[in-house]
């Protein structure tokens, strides 16, 4: 039986296994997970021992778990380490959701006819990283397996992947591989395939505003005690001037600015900002100024609260002076802003701001580097190869303005350039109420992922 097939007749089971992994709610940020996201965990070690792996086990960390697999075929063959994650953003507002974040439903919708699966982890990153354990799987089962494989899928990446950093130092011998393929960015479309090739970098911040010690009656005491959400909002405003230029003393110096003709070709990418628009509801798109849309998520760097509160947000009135106001606050970045230099200015400006009559924490949480990819490396030449066999047109390459830490961490570590074969789209709802994953991106992102493995191992990169 053929690879495409094998993945033909099985496209069921496939969705069916996803589904049965989508089911558990794996939110890494909230300790009440916390049993969940270790099940997690052993799902995916026994779909990689389902799928063919020799071995699979379970990697205790000071946190959650991370799961490793290896099928070495030949140790003369190139082999290709797989990153993924397991882990998931937590589903509020759940008031939101058109059906619960942990039973998922497939509906067929305008961008997806054949169907979508709606789920929190569906694109970001279960519904992605189990492509790479299908893909594995049918090559294994159709005689097609041409490269070594190693599997790595963590349980911490969106709370900052503190403990991979930790176990990819102790197991650099390990991990020694030809390339790493990662599968947690998006594509343009299915019409026009691309592949990610920069990454920015994160610092994420909490701050913390305190006025009087305790909450008080805001006709008793408001005018002559400071207003803790009055004071914060104020901060935050300061941090951006009338050009949405970020206001915090040398948070640019290390931005590297590009010239016209490199600008010029990051706009060649297809893009309508009409239909961006009408895509997100909104009348207008807002940013940087001298910027287009494509240039803001791409090459520049910015400054966004996450979320905000304080004071009384039951029904109904509660005239109250709070004692406390907070704010999360994340800081998207270039390739050379180092993110904890970056944590440090926001520190200790935002602490410079504030007036004498409260008081300012600031707790930084986690943080990563920007990374960029290079376009003449044979493991981008095997993606472009796949995309052109997969999809029948040339890849697109394009800078993405989220971020996945370990980029940087593999390129500094284990010395490889990550190849991000993303088949998520902008419009998935990830980090969102109502996130999904068309079945069609599913199903061809398995297929692209198996002839990355062909090409890669007829580029003959062996080190």
């Not at 086990?57 to 490793?68: D, H, R, S």
């Not at 970001?124 to 494989?149: I, P, T, W």
Request: glycine residues 8%; contains cysteine; charged residues 25%.
């Amino acid at each position: 039986m053929s690879l495409k097939q094998y993945i033909a007749s099985n496209s069921e089971r496939f969705l069916e296994e996803l589904v049965d992994l989508l089911k558990i709610p794996s939110v890494s940020a909230d300790p009440a997970y916390k049993s969940e996201v270790f099940k997690a965990a052993d799902f995916v070690k026994n779909s990689l021992e389902a799928a063919g792996v020799d071995q699979a086990e379970i990697c205790p960390t000071a946190g959650y778990p991370i799961v490793y697999g290896e099928k070495i075929i030949d140790p003369d063959a190139p082999t290709v380490l797989v990153y993924g994650h397991y882990d998931v953003q937590p589903a509020d507002p759940l008031e939101l959701w058109d059906s619960p974040p942990f039973e998922p439903v497939i509906k067929k919708t305008s961008l997806h006819p054949n169907g979508a699966i709606f789920a929190r982890g569906s694109a970001d990153d279960k519904g992605q990283f189990f492509m790479h354990v299908k893909a594995f799987e049918a090559m294994l089962a159709s005689g097609e397996l041409s490269c070594n494989v190693k599997f790595m899928i963590e349980g911490e990446e969106e709370v900052g992947s503190e403990n991979l950093d930790i176990y990819v130092q102790a197991n650099r011998k390990k991990l020694e591989a030809d390339v790493v393929l990662i599968s947690d960015t998006s594509m343009i479309s299915l019409e026009h395939p691309s592949v990610t090739v920069g990454l920015r970098g994160l610092a994420y911040m909490q701050v913390e505003v305190t006025g009087p010690d305790k909450d008080l009656h805001s006709g008793t005491f408001g005018g002559a005690v400071a207003n803790p959400i009055n004071v914060l909002c104020k901060m935050i405003a300061s941090l951006h001037d009338e050009n949405n230029h970020i206001t915090i003393p040398g948070f640019y110096d290390q931005v590297q600015e590009y010239g016209k003709e490199y600008r010029d070709q990051l706009n060649k990418a297809p893009f309508d900002e009409g239909e961006f628009k009408k895509k997100l509801d909104i009348k207008e798109t807002y940013g940087e100024k001298g910027y287009t849309t494509i240039e803001r998520v791409g090459i520049r760097p910015t400054l966004d609260v996450n979320g905000i509160w304080g004071g009384y947000i039951g029904e109904g009135a509660k005239t109250v002076l709070p004692s406390k106001a907070s704010a999360k606050i994340s800081m998207r970045l270039v390739p050379d802003q180092e993110h904890k230099s970056i944590a440090r200015l926001f520190e200790n400006h935002f602490k410079s701001i504030a007036p004498p009559a409260v008081k300012v924490k600031v707790t930084p949480h986690h943080g990563g580097q920007a990374a960029v990819v290079p376009t003449d490396s044979p493991g981008y030449r095997a993606a472009e190869a796949a995309i052109q066999e997969a999809f029948g047109k040339k890849a697109i390459p394009t800078r993405e303005g989220g971020s996945i830490p370990i980029t940087a961490l593999f390129q500094k570590v284990l010395g490889l350039d990550p190849i991000l074969l993303g088949f998520g789209l902008d419009t998935d709802a990830i980090h969102s109420p109502n996130e999904h994953y068309g079945l069609d991106n599913y199903f061809k992102g398995i297929e692209t992922i198996a002839l990355f493995f062909k090409h890669f191992h007829l580029q003959g990169k062996k080190k």
